[in-house]
Structure formats: C-alpha cells, structure tokens
C-alpha cells in the first residue's frame, strides 16, 4: 500500500486540529499513474498549505468502511454502492459527488471484449469467463447485475449459474487485464475507463471494444466519517470543491470528474433500488 503525505487547502479557513487528515482512495487504476496524480495534487496545493493529509490506497472496501467508522480515515472516495453500504453501518456519510463535464452525476457501465471477439450481446458470453471490477462496484458489478436479472438471464446475484468463471478484481483497470491476458471473455467497468485516458494507455484500448452498456450509474462520491466534526467537514468540503477549478482545476485528473454537493438521499436512490431487485 503506498502512502503519500500531501496538504489540503482549507479555504482561507483556521488550521484544523493538529492530527493530519487521512483520505482514501480506491486502487481503480494503475499504481504508477494514481502516483503520478498524488504528486500533481500535492505541487498544486503546497503553495496554500492549510493541514497535511495522507492519501492511502487500500485494497479492501472493509478497510474504508471500517477506517471511517472508527476515525483513522476521515473522507473516501467511493462507489455510489460503496457510499450506501457506508452510510446503512453509521460510518460515514455523503460529503460530495462526482459531476461531469454536462452538470449530470450519472454516467454508464459497460461490458468490453477484445477487438477481435465476436460477441455482439452480453447474452452470446453464456459459458464464458467474466471479470467484475469488484464486488462493491456500482459500474462493475451492480448495475451489470441489475442488467442481466432484467434480461432474464441471471437471478438475484447468481451470475455464476450464466457465465462460466466469475472473476472479481479490485478495481477496473485488474478486470481490464483479466480481458487483456485471456483469461477472461469480458470485463465489466465504467464508460470512462475505455472512452476517457486516465486507466488505460491508448494501445490497450486499441485492443478493446465495448460489447453492451447499461446505467446510468451514479457517481463515484467523497465520504466523510461520522467522527469528523461538522464544522471541520465543512472546511474540508471547501478545501475539495476549490480543486475544480482555477490554479488548483485538478479534481478530474485525481478524480477522474470535479465534484458537487448533492442531495444524499436522491443520489443514492439507483443503488438502493437496484439492491433491493437483486436481493443482496
């Protein structure tokens, strides 16, 4: 797990208390690059140092959701389903969410092959190896769910009984690379991940294709702990929404989207339904 200490600007507000603020991010990309953009985050906002914040990339969502419930992590940025699983175990709650160029917080999931695959449909991979980003995904493995239980090809969360092996990554880009090294069929992840350039370098993407899409999906979401203050939340929802834009515009290449206030409960709703339909 690689650490890296950077600073948050808390909005020309006072110093906070002298315990560093811990934030966690999913591991969805790959480490060199999620390196790279801590860096670029901490030269941008050195110069309006407010508190010192260390970035860790755990590998568990367990270690998120536990990380906040008991304080050693103070904000996440999560799923949409993570963010809901978070809030029903009274760990955290929803601080901000992901808006893209558009002014929507939602976007869509797709199911992607190789280039040289046949399959037109997710129904032609009966049989076939599958990845999933990971089993706390809402873009690589919830909605596609949700997809396949309304096309009648899978109950609840049985996707095993459809496909062949299902396989289950911790983040997008290690179900891309399942798809990349055969041994999966397909791969389940965001939109973003095969149109944008932040998880896969433009010769693998050559390589791919999207089978199928399905959503909208909603945003990825900072969340905060419930033993962070409130006045203290606020500062550091100050601190986030001043990285959209101007010298510190750098919220989409850390976050992949800039980010807004929302109502909690609207945005959330999608996750809960489709959790409901599925049974899990």
Same mark, same amino acid.
């Given at each position: 797990m690689k650490k890296l200490i950077l600073f948050a600007l808390?909005?020309?507000?006072?110093?906070?208390?002298?315990e560093n603020v811990m934030i966690a991010l999913k591991p969805d990309k790959d480490p060199d690059k999620m390196l790279a953009e801590r860096k670029k985050l901490a030269a941008s906002l050195s110069g309006n140092l407010g508190k010192p914040v260390e970035v860790i990339v755990p590998m568990s969502s367990a270690v998120i959701t536990e990380g906040l419930a008991n304080g050693t992590? *103070?904000?996440? !940025?999560? +799923?949409?389903?993570?963010?809901?699983?978070?809030k029903k175990s009274g760990a955290g709650s929803l601080l901000l969410?992901?808006?893209?160029?558009?002014?929507?917080?939602?976007?869509?999931?797709?199911?992607?092959?190789?280039?040289?695959?046949p399959y037109k449909s997710i129904a032609d991979l009966q049989g076939k190896p599958v990845a999933f980003s990971s089993r706390t995904s809402t873009s690589g493995y919830l909605v596609p769910l949700l997809d396949l239980n309304a096309r009648g090809l899978v109950k609840g969360t049985?996707?095993?009984?459809?496909?062949? *092996?299902?396989? !289950?990554? +911790?983040g997008y880009v290690s179900a891309v690379e399942r798809v990349l090294s055969g041994e999966a069929e397909a791969a389940a992840v965001s939109d973003y991940v095969?149109?944008?350039?932040?998880?896969l370098s433009a010769d693998q993407k050559s390589l791919l294709r999207k089978v199928q899409e399905q959503g909208p999906v909603p945003t990825h979401v900072i969340a905060v702990s419930t033993k962070v203050a409130p006045e203290t939340a606020a500062r550091l929802k100050s601190?986030?929404?001043?990285?959209?834009?101007?010298?510190?515009?750098?919220?989409e290449d850390v976050f992949s989207v800039n980010l807004k206030e929302v109502d909690e409960e609207t945005h959330l709703k999608p996750v809960r339904d489709a959790l409901a339909i599925i049974g899990e």
């Open positions: 808390l909005a020309a507000s006072p110093v906070l208390a002298a992590i *103070d904000l996440a !940025f999560v +799923s949409a389903m993570e963010m809901l699983k978070i969410a992901g808006v893209k160029p558009d002014g929507t917080t939602g976007y869509k999931s797709y199911w992607i092959t190789l280039a040289s695959k049985g996707a095993s009984a459809f496909f062949g *092996d299902v396989w !289950f990554g +911790s095969l149109d944008g350039d932040k998880y601190a986030l929404l001043a990285l959209n834009t101007g010298a510190l515009g750098i919220s």
